[in-house]
């Protein structure tokens, strides 16, 4: 009996161990990404209407599906073309001509993980957008564009994750390993219930025989 109940400890060890695996590498697949910081700040005033506006989140989040909307006191949305995301910043150019006053930024954007996620922040221009078509007052900062640059960035390394196949395999393997251990565990079993009954029978015949 003790070979069996070995066996039976190592397959609970087994388990434990690859089921622990599994929560570990499944924990950071299943996070959302988090807004770490926008610009403007929230609640922040600044002295005109920028140019754009941007999050900087912890991961970088998916395009399909992204957006940002940039609205005045009146509820006038001055976002200008789509979102724009460089490396973990996603931003969102303004049209000229902006009024000066309290804006709303609402944004929505896909999470590396493939679950959207959204959040707002505001802030207060003190004047109206200085910015005339063609012309940018901006002054370049990490994840976007030089003023007035006509040439495109190179392209970021693609951020989407696929399903995690990795990890159904493992709980594949660990099923499988389960499986097996069982299957031979239960063979153990019944290959020594046969040898007590044959040890049974024989003492039997030698008292038959006397």
């Known amino acids: 009996m003790r070979p069996i109940r070995q066996l039976l400890a190592a397959v ?14 499944a924990a950071p697949a299943l996070a ?32 399909l599906g992204s957006q940002i909307q940039v ?6 949305n001055w976002a200008d073309g789509s979102v724009e995301i460089v490396d973990t910043v996603v931003s969102q150019k303004l049209k000229p001509g902006a009024p000066a006053g309290p804006f709303t930024v609402v944004w929505r954007v896909v999470s590396s993980d493939s679950h959207p996620i959204e959040g707002s922040f505001s802030f207060t221009a003190k004047t109206g957008s200085t910015t005339s078509a063609g012309s940018s007052g901006a002054v370049p900062t990490a994840g976007t564009l030089a003023p007035g640059s006509t040439t495109t960035p190179d392209k970021a390394p693609d951020a989407s994750q696929p399903f995690p196949w990795s ?7 660990a099923v499988g390993l389960l499986v097996f251990l069982g299957v031979t565990a239960r063979r153990k079993l019944a290959g ?5 009954d044959a040890g049974v029978g024989g003492a039997e015949d030698t008292t038959d025989d006397d």
């Open 12 to 25: 609970i060890a087994v388990t434990a161990v690859l089921f622990s695996a599994v929560l570990i590498s």
């Open 192 to 196: 020594g219930g046969d040898t007590e």
């Open 71 to 76: 609205k005045d006191s009146t509820g006038q």
């Open 32 to 63: 959302h990404d988090v807004a770490e910081s926008t610009s403007p700040a929230n609640g922040s005033t600044v002295d005109s209407v920028p140019d754009s506006v941007s999050i900087t989140f912890n991961n970088r989040p998916l395009l």
């Open 167 to 173: 990890i159904v395999g493992l709980a594949v393997v």
